[in-house]
């Protein structure tokens, strides 16, 4: 556990595993490499005490009554007491910056977290480590490591080569100092565990293209439900995709694939877009083609109730008055067939009874009239 590591309250501590935590502020006076100039100065104190005495600096053996020198006063006591006070308060307080905390362990055991600022830990009994908590760490998941800790294999069973970040903080420094032996190594295969199983549940299309958000955001969630599981004390602050390419090895043969389908699919939209101009061209001639025939139809059938019709009328006046009728209906023949020809019309009766006057008739005229007309409707 890395409470072991911060080795309790009697010494510094090895911080060696993620070179993250920080055991003694500047200044504190604590550490492995301060212990020995403590000593120093209480064995310097303890030597001027015994010459105050009148001992001979250095011996145990001599006796201050012997020489015959001075003893200790008052007043040259109080300052060694007061000194020994100032050293043993310098080195209980300590300093906490804005982006860190500090853990206090009472005789190696767990006591309190130590607040920005300046916090006191009575030395022997307390020791402390202090951990930067907002500062944002990363761990690179394929790259520059194994070989294989990129490649994944998706549901479909095609091979992915994946590489992504994932970004943490500390979020409860007591958590993340006990419950944690290795953090780096623990999130590390945390991570690269998560992101298999995503991908695991993920076909190989959808991840080189439009899911790679999904798939680094459920990542993200899974990281950071498993971390709350070990009670960690890690908090994931994001997840990032670097990189979702088939393996190095067919990367050219993947990339022809792609292009050969986008080829396939740009024809399939080709002629789909010409068999539906064509078929709405002939569904609009099929339409007018129909609408003519309606008219047609309505037409002959219109005509035909209007011919009948007229029948009926002309039977009904026919029946009033036959001979009127009749010469009605030769009239109006005759007006059909020679109202738009060329005639000449001979009054028999106009001869008087003799038939020696042979009647004048403008063939010449009537020829001419005749060739323009055809001219024309040629």
């Given at each position: 556990?890395?409470?072991?590591?911060?080795?309790?309250?009697?010494?510094?501590?090895?911080?060696?595993?993620?070179?993250?935590?920080?055991?003694?502020?500047?200044?504190?006076?604590?550490?492995?490499?301060?212990?020995?100039?403590?000593?120093?100065?209480?064995?310097?104190?303890?030597?001027?005490?015994r010459?105050l005495?009148?001992?001979?600096?250095?011996?145990?053996?001599g006796?201050?009554?012997?020489?015959?020198s001075?003893?200790?006063?008052?007043?040259?006591?109080?300052?060694?007491?007061?000194?020994?006070?100032?050293?043993?308060?310098?080195?209980?307080?300590?300093?906490?910056?804005?982006?860190?905390?500090?853990?206090?362990?009472?005789?190696?055991?767990?006591?309190?977290?130590?607040?920005?600022?300046?916090?006191?830990?009575?030395?022997?009994?307390?020791s402390?480590?202090?951990?930067?908590?907002?500062?944002?760490?990363?761990?690179?998941?394929?790259?520059?490591?194994?070989?294989?800790?990129?490649?994944?294999?998706?549901?479909?069973?095609?091979?992915?080569?994946?590489?992504?970040?994932?970004?943490w903080?500390?979020?409860?420094?007591?958590?993340?100092?006990?419950?944690?032996?290795?953090?780096?190594?623990?999130?590390?295969?945390?991570?690269?565990?998560?992101?298999?199983?995503?991908?695991?549940?993920?076909?190989?299309?959808?991840?080189?293209?439009?899911?790679?958000?999904?798939?680094?955001?459920?990542?993200?969630?899974?990281i950071?439900?498993?971390?709350?599981?070990?009670?960690?004390?890690?908090?994931?602050?994001?997840?990032?995709?670097?990189?979702?390419?088939?393996?190095?090895?067919?990367?050219?043969s993947f990339?022809?694939?792609?292009?050969?389908?986008?080829?396939?699919?740009?024809l399939?939209?080709?002629?789909?877009?010409?068999?539906?101009?064509?078929?709405?061209?002939?569904?609009?001639?099929?339409?007018?083609?129909?609408?003519?025939?309606?008219?047609y139809?309505?037409?002959?059938?219109?005509?035909?109730?209007?011919?009948?019709?007229?029948?009926?009328?002309?039977?009904?006046?026919?029946?009033?008055?036959?001979?009127?009728?009749?010469?009605?209906?030769?009239?109006?023949?005759?007006?059909?067939?020679?109202?738009?020809?060329?005639?000449?019309?001979?009054?028999?009766?106009?001869?008087?009874?003799?038939?020696?006057?042979?009647?004048?008739?403008?063939?010449?005229?009537?020829?001419?009239?005749?060739?323009?007309?055809?001219?024309?409707?040629?």
């Amino acid at each position: 556990m890395a409470g072991n590591n911060g080795g309790g309250p009697w010494g510094g501590g090895d911080n060696s595993d993620d070179g993250q935590k920080t055991n003694e502020p500047v200044g504190s006076g604590l550490g492995g490499q301060k212990i020995p100039e403590i000593e120093d100065i209480v064995k310097k104190g303890q030597e001027q005490l015994r010459v105050l005495m009148g001992g001979k600096g250095g011996k145990t053996g001599g006796s201050g009554g012997q020489n015959g020198s001075g003893g200790l006063s008052k007043g040259s006591f109080g300052l060694v007491v007061l000194g020994a006070a100032a050293l043993w308060l310098f080195t209980s307080l300590y300093s906490v910056k804005p982006e860190e905390q500090s853990v206090e362990l009472f005789l190696g055991e767990f006591s309190s977290i130590g607040n920005p600022g300046l916090n006191f830990a009575p030395w022997p009994f307390v020791s402390k480590e202090v951990i930067p908590v907002t500062r944002e760490q990363t761990e690179d998941i394929g790259l520059g490591g194994r070989g294989d800790s990129g490649l994944m294999l998706t549901t479909d069973e095609n091979i992915v080569d994946i590489d992504f970040q994932v970004v943490w903080n500390i979020n409860d420094p007591a958590k993340f100092l006990f419950n944690l032996a290795e953090p780096r190594s623990t999130i590390r295969a945390v991570s690269e565990s998560a992101m298999r199983e995503v991908i695991a549940r993920s076909e190989l299309a959808p991840i080189l293209n439009r899911d790679r958000q999904i798939i680094a955001d459920t990542a993200k969630l899974l990281i950071q439900e498993t971390m709350n599981e070990y009670d960690s004390g890690v908090n994931i602050v994001r997840l990032n995709l670097d990189k979702a390419d088939p393996p190095l090895e067919v990367i050219d043969s993947f990339r022809e694939v792609q292009a050969a389908e986008q080829e396939r699919d740009k024809l399939e939209r080709q002629a789909d877009a010409y068999a539906y101009t064509v078929l709405a061209g002939a569904r609009g001639e099929a339409s007018q083609l129909l609408e003519q025939a309606e008219g047609y139809r309505a037409m002959v059938v219109n005509g035909a109730e209007g011919e009948a019709s007229r029948f009926s009328a002309v039977l009904a006046e026919y029946t009033k008055a036959p001979e009127v009728t009749r010469k009605r209906l030769y009239i109006e023949a005759m007006e059909g067939i020679y109202g738009s020809m060329n005639k000449i019309i001979v009054d028999d009766a106009g001869g008087g009874g003799t038939s020696n006057i042979v009647p004048y008739l403008p063939l010449n005229e009537l020829m001419n009239k005749s060739n323009n007309k055809s001219g024309e409707s040629n």
